[in-house]
């Protein structure tokens, strides 16, 4: 059981380059989220999905774009590198369970430059 | 501003004596709060959480103390371990079901042999 994995491990962009950073959960949640990680600071939410089909956006979503066409895969797409991109990003996935709150679970990672 | 507060960016204990970890958050809606432990290179782990309906929860070498009244809470690990060592964050979920978490800055905790 893999549980959620993300690649690429780390990746050099350039300005104004863009890249997708995959993110795969093989425990059949339903929810999963985008965060990142800026140095000294804690995850902020960048986007989130309830489902396949369903995305909305969380605390710092500009310069990002997401999609969700599997329950299984909820990929990040930057379309513009900037250098305020420079971060640590996670992505998330939990159970949807009613009155009970469910944990979240973690992927290893993608740290991402922008020089 | 900051939701949720670690005001400790960092902790440094000897092995077997108590670790106290401190949490601040200021909005008081806010009713389930979780711990999170994260080494270099690895995403978060899930270690403890607390409703609010409580004021106490533990878990072995782990407690997580909540003070409703402070807005304040606290984790206890007893006795710490050099495998403790890691960076500790403070959450909270928003209401609703999305059921997102809101992360402190967090404390790196270092347990020296």
């Known amino acids: 059981n893999a549980g959620v994995t993300q690649t690429p491990k780390f990746r050099i962009l350039k300005i104004g380059q863009s890249m997708t950073l995959q993110c795969t959960q093989d425990m059949n949640h339903n929810y999963m989220y985008w965060y990142r990680q800026d140095p000294g600071m804690g995850l902020k939410l960048i986007y989130y999905s309830v489902g396949a089909g369903i995305t909305d956006k969380g605390e710092v979503p500009n310069g990002y774009n997401v999609s969700r066409s599997t329950t299984e895969d909820f990929p990040l797409r930057l379309e513009l590198a900037a250098p305020s991109q420079t971060s640590v990003y996670f992505c998330a996935s939990r159970e949807q369970t009613s009155g009970r709150r469910e944990t979240q679970y973690f992927g290893p990672g993608t740290r991402l430059l922008v020089l | 501003d900051q939701q949720v507060k670690q005001n400790s960016p960092s902790l440094s204990v000897q092995e077997g004596r108590i670790s106290i970890l401190n949490c601040d958050y200021t909005n008081s809606m806010f009713d389930y709060f979780l711990w999170y432990k994260k080494y270099p290179a690895e995403g978060p782990t899930f270690l403890i959480s607390?409703?609010?309906?409580?004021d106490k929860n533990e878990d072995g070498r782990f407690t997580v103390f909540l003070n409703k009244s402070a807005k304040h809470l606290s984790l206890h690990i007893v006795p710490s371990q050099p495998g403790d060592s890691a960076v500790y964050f403070c959450a909270t979920l928003t209401q609703g079901g999305s059921e997102k978490l809101v992360f402190g800055k967090g404390t790196k905790l270092t347990v020296n042999p």
């Open positions: 607390i409703s609010s309906i409580k």
